[in-house]
């Protein structure tokens, strides 16, 4: 059994990190910013007067002044990832999360699956919990010193009526494994993947 989390001299703590900064670039450029200027490709899935646009057509309506920027063309309506229909919630005037409908009890253990495919120095996995009902749910985790910016994404996406799944940010999991190989092979595999100590990670390692 593994108790895992982000924890560094007793504290539970988040850490920015930019590898491989180039100077010379645009800093609003970088991987998981927001650039305030149109430096980068326009998406493939807008539309304009109800016709798909290509990011090559979509550019030149900003450059030839019919739009004033990217933000006045919606998304295509046909696509699964969009919505038209923004939900909100009575009580607080905010946009209702479907965070809250996640029969997920973070005070309870996790069954250890498999790893999962995730980019380079991130390290994810699935794992299970039985929910109030007994019904198996199955729960994708990722170890990420930059999950921030996953949760700033998804805020953003939904804000403007894309469909995004559910994400959790789970700051501590105690996950259990079927033997002492599974459980070790899971911890070698944090370092190979996230180029981080484990010690970086786990915060307790009992028997499996």
Do not use: C
Request: charged residues 25%; proline residues 6%.
């Amino acid at each position: 059994m593994l108790k895992i989390g982000y924890f560094l001299g007793g504290h539970l703590i988040l850490i920015l990190v930019f590898l491989n900064l180039v100077f010379a670039q645009n800093l609003s450029d970088l991987p998981g910013l927001i650039p305030l200027t149109s430096i980068r490709q326009a998406a493939s899935d807008l539309s304009y007067n109800g016709k798909l646009l290509s990011p090559d057509e979509a550019r030149s309506h900003v450059e030839s002044g019919k739009i004033k920027d990217l933000s006045m063309l919606d998304p295509d309506p046909t696509s699964i990832l969009w919505k038209t229909k923004v939900e909100w919630s009575e009580s607080d005037k905010t946009l209702s999360s479907p965070e809250k409908n996640i029969p997920l009890d973070l005070n309870r253990p996790f069954e250890f699956l498999e790893n999962s495919t995730e980019a380079v120095g991130r390290f994810g996995f699935a794992i299970s919990q039985k929910d109030s009902h007994g019904t198996l749910r199955v729960y994708r985790v990722r170890l990420d010193t930059r999950n921030h910016n996953v949760l700033l994404r998804r805020n953003l996406l939904r804000k403007i009526g894309y469909n995004v799944p559910a994400t959790v940010y789970a700051p501590k999991l105690e996950i259990t494994f079927k033997g002492d190989y599974t459980r070790d092979s899971f911890i070698k595999d944090i370092t190979h993947y996230t180029f981080l100590e484990p010690e970086r990670w786990l915060t307790q390692k009992l028997p499996a």
